[in-house]
């Protein structure tokens, strides 16, 4: 009992300086507000500023640690070859040899940048420390200066069109447009074990599977944004609403690094679903492939 009452004891002394800043009750606002309104629709809000701060640290961070590489690395470096080693074992696999060197930093830099943003919300201060602006009819609107990253539709979103740009760049290079195409609109089935009547039958299938494969790829950006900002604007949302308990701090630590990782599968997915179809046989069942690539001239 006495280490429960020192655990409790140490957990409020946590909670204190959120619940001190905390609006209880009050929900986050689902648009970011303006810190510098150009007009005309151009303004920097309190998000857009929170990603180039968190940006500009994370490369300081870097920088810092790890400077010159060594061949006999230093603590600072051993702590990030080992997170990249970590994220390697992860991401080859399901990417493939021939894509991983060009999407790897892409996967990298996406899931350090999406979880730090992710875990901004759960600093002292995010999102209730800021200023009252005032209005000529006499009202008044609260305007944090802090706001997530990805608690802005506005993140998400300029995060899925760049995975989804990368993505498109990549599968062109190491797939390239006749591998893709068969993948879409191809006859998978084997012509040798496949009835003759019923083969011209299945490339219809197929092509018609391939036209709503395309749609599927064409909204992977709005799936991509809205999974991830869904979950970082609930979870700012229960934090704001429910005082910042102590014990939602756990919860969103978990689901915040669930989204990172669920994010950059799913980029790390979709490339592989083009250019990883086994690099033993280097794209052999792809009509006109065949092994021409290693006949000796």
């Given at each position: 009992?006495?280490?429960?009452?020192?655990?409790?004891?140490?957990?409020s002394?946590?909670?204190?300086?959120?619940?001190l800043?905390a609006?209880?009750?009050?929900g986050?606002?689902p648009?970011a507000?303006?810190?510098v309104d150009?007009?005309?629709?151009?303004a920097?809000t309190?998000?857009?500023?929170?990603?180039?701060?968190?940006?500009?640290?994370l490369?300081?961070?870097?920088?810092?640690?790890?400077?010159?590489?060594?061949?006999l690395?230093?603590?600072?470096?051993a702590?990030?070859e080992?997170?990249?080693?970590a994220?390697?074992?992860?991401?080859?696999?399901?990417?493939g040899?021939?894509?991983?060197p060009?999407?790897?930093?892409?996967?990298?830099?996406?899931?350090?940048?999406?979880?730090i943003?992710?875990?901004?919300?759960?600093l002292?201060g995010?999102g209730?420390?800021?200023w009252?602006?005032g209005?000529?009819?006499?009202?008044?609107?609260?305007?944090?200066?802090?706001?997530?990253?990805?608690?802005d539709?506005?993140?998400t979103?300029?995060?899925a069109?760049?995975?989804?740009?990368?993505y498109?760049?990549?599968i062109?290079?190491y797939?390239?447009?006749?591998?893709?195409?068969?993948?879409?609109?191809?006859n998978?089935?084997?012509?040798?074990?496949?009835?003759?009547?019923?083969?011209?039958?299945l490339?219809?299938?197929?092509?018609?599977?391939?036209?709503?494969?395309?749609?599927?790829?064409?909204?992977?950006p709005f799936?991509?944004?809205?999974?991830?900002?869904?979950n970082?604007?609930?979870g700012?949302n229960?934090?704001h609403?429910?005082?910042?308990?102590?014990?939602?701090?756990?919860?969103?630590?978990?689901?915040?690094?669930?989204?990172?990782?669920?994010?950059?599968?799913l980029?790390s997915?979709?490339?592989?679903?083009?250019?990883?179809?086994?690099?033993?046989?280097?794209?052999?069942h792809?009509?006109?492939?065949?092994?021409?690539?290693?006949t000796?001239?």
């Open positions: 009992m006495p280490s429960v009452k020192k655990l409790l004891g140490f957990a002394v946590l909670a204190l300086p959120a619940a800043f609006n209880e009750g009050e986050v606002a648009a507000a303006h810190l150009f007009g005309n629709g151009w920097i309190n998000s857009m500023a929170t990603g180039w701060v968190v940006s500009a640290i490369i300081a961070v870097i920088l810092l640690a790890v400077r010159k590489p060594q061949l690395p230093t603590k600072s470096q702590v990030f080992s997170l990249l080693e994220l390697r074992d992860l991401f080859e696999p399901i990417v040899k021939k894509a991983f060009a999407a790897f930093p892409l996967l990298v830099t996406l899931f350090i940048f999406i979880l943003n992710n875990w901004m919300g759960l002292p995010v209730t420390i800021g009252e602006k209005f000529s009819d006499g009202s008044h609107q609260f305007v944090p200066w802090i706001r997530p990253f990805n608690a539709f506005n993140g979103l300029a995060l069109l760049v995975s989804f740009g990368a498109l760049i990549i062109f290079k797939a390239g447009p006749k591998l893709i195409l068969w993948d879409l609109f191809g998978k089935a084997d012509k040798a074990e496949t009835p003759a009547w019923l083969y011209p039958f490339s219809l299938v197929f092509l018609i599977v391939g036209f709503i494969e395309i749609f599927s790829i064409m909204i992977r799936t991509l944004s809205v999974r991830l900002f869904g970082v604007f609930g700012e229960l934090l609403g429910t005082g910042f308990i102590f014990v939602f701090y756990f919860m969103e630590l978990l689901v915040g690094l669930i989204q990172a990782i669920v994010f950059t599968l980029s997915v979709y490339i592989g679903l083009i250019c990883n179809h086994g690099d033993d046989h280097d794209h052999d792809a009509p006109g492939e065949g092994h021409a690539a290693e000796p001239h």
